[in-house]
């Protein structure tokens, strides 16, 4: 059983794999499964119980601190650009990318989130590819692949 903070809550399914370390043997990585996730939050401590179906080794005893890394069962790829590239007008998003005879093309984008770890970047949920060439700032038409 591990406790999983409610913010990272909505991260975690039934069937997601993690990975395991163990306080006492810390080189040592466990694989295990999630198994059931408990539907009572801890008030003092906001937190859930996860359980997480693990094979024994024999090392694994009772009480013993752990730490569980979560992994999702789909692979995702999403399309990053510069924030500067985005433009919003009138409640909706575009970028510019090159067309022929050295122009730029207004394409709608649907924006996603600046990334946390970078907010110089953000995510575009539809209307580009990855590997498509977009202006990096959208009013300097400075242009760059995407991620």
């Keep these: 059983m591990c406790d999983v903070y409610e913010n990272d809550l909505a991260n975690v399914r039934l069937g997601d794999t993690a ?13 295990g499964k ?8 801890d008030p003092s401590i906001r937190t ?15 009480g013993m601190f752990a730490k569980a890394t979560f992994r999702g069962q789909t692979v995702e790829m999403h399309t ?8 919003r007008m009138h409640d909706r998003d575009f ?3 090159p067309a022929p005879d050295k122009k730029f093309r207004r394409v709608e984008v ?24 977009v202006v ?12």
Excluded: C, W
């Excluded at 999630?34 to 939050?41: D, K, P, R, T």
């Excluded at 859930?48 to 009772?62: F, Q």
């Design 110 to 133: 649907v924006g996603g989130d600046v990334l946390a770890e970078n907010t110089s970047l953000q995510e575009i949920k539809s209307g580009l590819k990855p590997g498509q060439q």
């Design 95 to 97: 970028v510019f990318v």
């Design 19 to 31: 990975q395991i370390t163990l306080n006492a043997y810390p080189g040592h990585i466990l694989k």
């Design 48 to 62: 859930a119980k996860v359980r997480l179906e693990i094979e024994n080794p024999g090392m694994i005893r009772l």
């Design 80 to 87: 990053i650009v510069p924030a500067s590239a985005v433009l």
């Design 136 to 147: 990096t700032n959208a009013l300097v038409l400075d242009h760059v692949l995407a991620q």
């Design 34 to 41: 999630v198994s059931n996730i408990g539907a009572i939050l």
